[in-house]
C-alpha cells in the first residue's frame, strides 16, 4: 500500500513537471533543437557523428580563440590576416620581393661606402699588437660623424677625456672577472651590490628596497616586466597586460612580444603631451598586471602624470590579489635617471617620481647616460626583495649543477661594473649635481631659443633634457635633412612628424647652444622660401611608413636595414 502511494506520488510529480516543461518555451525550443539534431544524424553512422562532432568542435574553438585572443585585439589581428593573404598573391608577393632585395641591396652599398674591405676570415697567424693597434685607428677614422663637438643628440653622454682614461685603466684591472662566478670574484660583487644600493638610495628608496644591474635599459624594462608577469601568472592570469602611454619606450613592446603578455597603448593629451589618465582607467581591467609611466619619455622628453596613475594602481589594486605590494607601477626613468634625483638641488623643481610616492614599486634607470658610465650598464630597482625575486631565474635539475641567475645574461663582463661603479664614485652626488645644472640651464636656452623661432613649435613642456620639436608651416623633416647636410645627427619621430634633441654633456660646452640655434635659424629660413617642395631623405622614408596600412611590410623593410648591418659582400 505505501508503494502504490509513492509511485502514485512520483507518477503526480512527473506528470505535473511535464505539462510545465511543455508551457516554458525554453524546454519547447530544445525539444525542437533535439528532434533536428536526431532528424540530421538517424542516417549516419556512430563513426560520422563522432567525426563532425569532434570537427565542429575544434572549428568553434578556432573561431573562439580567433575572436578572443588575449594577445592582441581582433582589429588589429583582422588587418594582419588580410594582407597576409594578399601577400600571398603571386604578382603582390613577386613585387614586394623585388622591392625588398632593391632595399637591401641599397642599404648595404650604403655601409660598404664607407669601408675599404672585410675581414672574411681569421688570419692564419696573429698580427702584433703594434700592428693591431693601428688597424684598430684605421677602424676609428670611419667614423664620420664628429660627436665631440656636441653634433649628436644624445648616444654620447660625457666623452670627457679624463673619465675616458679612468674608464679604461679600471676595465683594463678587471677585464677578466665574470659576476657569475661570485666566489671566485667577490671584489666584483661588492662593486654590483654597491651600485645598486648607491642607485636605491639616490631614488629615495629604504632598506627594504633591492635591485640588479643590468646590460641597459631595454634590458632593465624587460627584467620588470618578466617580475610582474611572473606574479600574475600565479595568480591565474594566462596573458598579463600592461598599461603604458604609447610614448613608452619600445622595450615595453619587444617585453610583451618575449614573454607573451598584451601591451595596451593608451593615448595621451595633444596639449601636453602626457598619458589620458581617463584613458588609462579605462582600460583597466582583471587581467592588468602593470601600470607605466616615463620620467620623461623619450620622444619628446615628458614627464608623465607619476603621482595620478599611481593613485589608479592603488585604486584598482593592480594586479588584484598580489601579496607583494598593494599597485604595481614601473616608473621607465632610462632617459633621466640620473637627472631626478639631482634636479631639485641643482635648482629645478620636477613633479614627485621615486620611492616617495606611495605605488611606485619598480624604478629603471640608466647608468651608461647621465651617469655617465660605460655603455653596457644599467640598473633595476624595486621598493622589496620579494618583488626582485620574481625576475630571478632557476633551473634546479641541471646535470651541470644548480643553474641561477639574476638577469637575462649568464655571464657578463665585470669590467663594466667595475668601470660603473668607478664612474660613480668620482663623480659623487655634488657632480652630478653640477653636471644636472649645466644639462637643464642649456636644455632650457634652447628650448626658449626655438619657440622664437618663426614657424617652429615645441611640443608639451619638456621639464628634463630632452626637447621635441615640430612645425604646422613645413614638414619638419626637410629641416632634419638641412641639419643633417650641416653635420648634426638628430632624432627624427613619427606620430606626429617631430624631431628631438637629447642634450648631453657635450652640449654644454661653450657655443654648441648657439651653433645649433642658429643652424635651425637658417635652416626654416630656407625651407619658409618654399614651404611645399617636395621632401627626399628621411622625410621621404618616414612619410612612406606612415602612408603603409600594411605595417608588417614596414617590419619587413626595416628588417632588409637589419640584414645590411651585418653584410660583408662588398663588390
Avoid at 532528424?39 to 563532425?52: D, I, T
Avoid at 572549428?59 to 593573404?85: A, C, G, Q, T, Y
Avoid at 642599404?107 to 693597434?133: C, R, W
Avoid at 611572473?230 to 598579463?240: E, L
Amino acid at each position: 500500500m505505501v508503494h502504490f502511494s509513492l509511485t502514485a506520488a512520483t507518477d503526480m510529480v512527473q506528470s505535473k513537471q511535464s505539462k510545465a516543461r511543455d508551457m516554458d518555451p525554453a524546454f519547447a525550443g530544445l525539444d525542437i533543437v533535439k528532434d533536428k539534431i536526431n532528424s540530421v544524424c538517424q542516417n549516419l553512422q556512430p563513426w560520422q557523428v563522432v567525426l563532425y562532432t569532434c570537427g565542429t568542435t575544434v572549428v568553434v574553438i578556432s573561431v573562439k580563440n580567433f575572436i578572443f585572443n588575449e594577445e592582441e585585439d581582433l582589429v588589429p589581428r583582422m588587418k594582419k590576416k588580410f594582407f597576409r593573404l594578399v601577400k600571398m598573391i603571386p604578382q603582390v608577393k613577386k613585387k614586394i620581393k623585388e622591392e625588398k632585395k632593391k632595399m637591401s641591396n641599397e642599404m648595404e652599398e650604403s655601409f660598404h661606402k664607407q669601408v675599404e674591405g672585410y675581414i672574411l676570415a681569421l688570419p692564419a697567424k696573429g698580427l702584433p699588437m703594434d700592428s693591431v693597434i693601428d688597424e684598430l685607428k684605421k677602424y676609428q677614422q670611419i667614423a664620420g660623424i664628429d660627436w665631440e663637438s656636441g653634433l649628436v643628440s644624445g648616444t654620447v653622454y660625457n666623452g670627457d677625456p679624463k673619465l675616458t682614461d679612468l674608464m679604461s685603466k679600471t676595465y683594463g684591472m678587471f677585464a677578466w672577472t665574470n659576476p657569475l662566478h661570485a666566489d671566485v670574484f667577490p671584489d666584483i660583487r661588492k662593486m654590483e651590490a654597491e651600485v645598486v644600493r648607491m642607485c636605491c638610495s639616490m631614488f629615495n628608496g629604504d632598506s627594504d628596497t633591492a635591485g640588479t644591474m643590468t646590460s641597459g635599459g631595454t634590458e632593465s624594462i624587460l627584467m620588470a616586466c618578466l617580475a610582474y608577469r611572473n606574479i600574475a601568472r600565479d595568480r591565474g592570469v594566462n596573458i598579463p597586460e600592461i598599461i603604458a602611454p604609447i610614448t613608452v619606450h619600445a622595450a615595453f613592446d619587444k617585453a610583451a612580444s618575449y614573454f607573451r603578455m598584451k601591451l595596451t597603448h593608451i593615448p595621451i593629451d595633444e596639449e601636453t603631451r602626457m598619458v589620458d589618465i581617463k584613458a588609462m582607467r579605462r582600460a583597466i581591467n582583471k587581467n592588468t598586471c602593470m601600470l607605466v609611466g616615463s620620467a620623461p619619455n623619450f620622444p619628446h622628453g615628458i614627464i608623465d602624470s607619476i603621482e595620478e596613475i599611481c593613485q589608479l594602481g592603488l585604486k584598482y589594486n593592480i594586479p588584484t590579489s598580489s601579496h607583494l605590494y598593494k599597485c604595481h607601477f614601473h616608473v621607465d626613468c632610462c632617459l633621466g635617471g640620473f637627472l631626478v634625483p639631482f634636479m631639485e638641488k641643482a635648482g629645478y623643481k620636477i613633479p614627485m617620481c621615486d620611492f616617495r610616492v606611495d605605488g611606485v614599486t619598480s624604478i629603471s634607470a640608466d647608468t651608461h647616460k647621465y651617469a655617465f658610465a660605460p655603455k653596457g650598464s644599467s640598473v633595476i630597482l624595486y621598493r622589496n626583495k620579494d618583488i626582485r625575486q620574481r625576475q630571478f631565474f632557476v633551473q634546479p635539475n641541471w646535470p651541470g649543477g644548480i643553474y641561477a641567475t639574476s638577469s637575462m645574461g649568464g655571464s657578463r663582463a665585470g669590467a663594466i661594473i667595475a668601470a660603473c661603479w668607478a664612474t660613480l664614485v668620482y663623480f659623487g652626488e655634488e657632480g652630478y649635481v653640477n653636471s644636472t645644472r649645466k644639462i637643464i640651464a642649456t636644455t632650457r636656452k634652447i628650448t626658449d631659443g626655438l619657440r622664437k623661432i618663426k614657424g617652429m613649435k615645441v611640443y608639451g613642456d619638456p621639464l628634463m633634457s630632452v626637447i621635441g620639436f615640430g612645425s604646422d608651416e613645413f614638414n619638419i623633416f626637410r629641416l632634419a635633412d638641412y641639419m643633417t647636410s650641416k653635420g648634426w645627427a638628430l632624432n627624427s619621430l613619427q606620430y606626429p612628424n617631430s624631431v628631438h634633441l637629447c642634450v648631453t654633456f657635450v652640449h654644454t660646452h661653450e657655443g654648441v647652444a648657439e651653433r645649433f640655434l642658429g643652424d635651425v635659424q637658417n635652416g626654416v629660413t630656407e625651407i619658409l622660401k618654399d614651404p611645399n617642395s617636395e621632401i627626399g631623405g628621411m622625410g621621404a622614408i618616414y612619410g612612406m611608413a606612415q602612408t603603409i596600412p600594411d605595417k608588417s611590410m614596414v617590419t619587413e623593410l626595416v628588417g632588409c636595414f637589419l640584414d645590411a648591418l651585418y653584410s660583408t659582400d662588398k663588390h
